[in-house]
């Protein structure tokens, strides 16, 4: 095992914790963070170091980053909707994305794989291409995050002269979940025939295993300055990725959703992000979710990744029917469901 010490922030995350496990099955001595030191259970039988850090909170990064060369900025608020998203989403990412650097530069960590997202990517010209600049769409503060924090790693990076490696992530889904993510979640609503309707908003599935390769080919391989995106070519529909679920599992009896009329559906939003501010609780449904999404074919152009990084990931109808098996055994068995 290498003298160099890798860490992961962000590392008892679905994709945080399935990185810490690849990099130690390649013999790379790696330190954990979390934000909470008690949160442990993802790391039983793993020989790492598990460390407390906050993107918020400077000093614990500091503390962390000691004696670090290569740094997986995988940490970052995940959530689509808060109370207060400028505050909560927002300034959560930017600045921590500002302290993150800034930490790295006084430790001396020499490459950052900062992880960004394919939210980040303009979507008027399919399939999205890193090429094709960024979202312009600022209708969404976690849409906003990932635009303004993945332009400022790349400046950061620049400035401090530290090798800036970015990679962005579609709908990631998979096995070693410690919690469910967005995207685990929803493949978990269809295996509980929770999906009533058809949204008209579509999917890119990735499993998020090669998704950590990505991000340790990026590591390796990856030029600075330059981003990676880590989807697949072509998105799947609700109702197909409900089908790929039916006829896996018939005794589920899971039904099609129905098609709703844009309107219908736009009425319904409104009245969930009405009771959302009475409740506290996140709506199901959002009208700008809508005028972003509704219709968007989320196909995506990996040819860079693959050249340059390696990248060759299952398909998606292979990454979803592995996380339906995953979710539906070996998820449904842990005591508590998060």
């Known amino acids: 095992m290498s003298n160099e010490i890798s860490l992961v922030t962000g590392a008892n995350g679905h994709l945080g914790n399935n990185l810490v496990r690849l990099l130690l099955s390649k013999g790379v001595r ?24 906050d993107i918020t909170d400077i000093e614990s990064l500091k503390k962390a980053f000691k004696g670090v060369t290569n740094l997986y900025a995988v940490g970052a608020n995940f959530n689509l909707w808060a109370k207060n998203p400028k505050v909560e ?10 302290n993150v650097f800034d930490s790295a530069k006084e430790c001396g960590i020499q490459n950052i794989v900062y992880v960004s ?19 312009k769409d600022r209708r969404n503060w976690y849409y906003n995050s990932k635009n303004d924090s993945d332009k400022l790693a790349i400046e950061l990076g620049k400035r401090y002269g530290i090798r800036t490696v970015l990679i962005l992530p579609s709908a990631m889904i998979g096995s070693q979940a410690f919690k469910l993510s967005y995207s685990n979640k929803l493949v978990f609503q269809i295996l509980n025939g929770e999906i009533p309707v058809d949204t008209n908003i579509t999917l890119n599935w990735i499993d998020v295993k090669d ?5 340790h080919s990026a590591m390796q391989r990856g030029k600075d300055g330059e981003r990676y995106i880590l989807s697949n070519e ?9 089908k790929i679920a039916a006829e896996l599992y018939p005794e589920l009896k899971l039904k099609t959703p129905k098609k709703v009329p844009k309107c219908l559906l736009y009425s319904v939003a409104g009245l969930m992000e009405f009771g959302s501010k009475i409740t506290g609780k996140e709506p199901l449904l959002q009208r700008h979710y809508l005028d972003m999404f509704y219709g968007l074919k989320q196909d995506y152009d990996i ?5 340059e990084l390696g990248f060759n990931p299952k398909s998606s109808k292979k990454a979803l029917t592995d996380a339906l098996e995953y979710l539906k055994n070996d998820w449904k068995r842990k005591s508590v469901v998060h």
Do not use: M, W
């Not at 072509?234 to 990725?241: A, G, I, K, V």
């Not at 040819?303 to 050249?307: H, I, L, M």
């Open 211 to 215: 998704v950590a390769f990505g991000a």
């Open 303 to 307: 040819t860079k990744s693959r050249k």
């Open 117 to 135: 997202s394919v939210a980040s990517l303009d979507f008027t010209k399919l399939p999205a291409n890193v090429d094709n600049g960024y979202n």
């Open 234 to 242: 072509q998105h799947t529909t609700l109702q197909e990725s409900v």
């Open 30 to 53: 790696v330190r954990a963070t979390v934000r909470n030191i008690n949160d442990r259970a993802p790391f039983d039988g793993l020989d790492c170091e598990v460390v407390q850090a």
């Open 89 to 98: 989403i927002y300034d959560n990412n930017v600045k921590g994305t500002q």
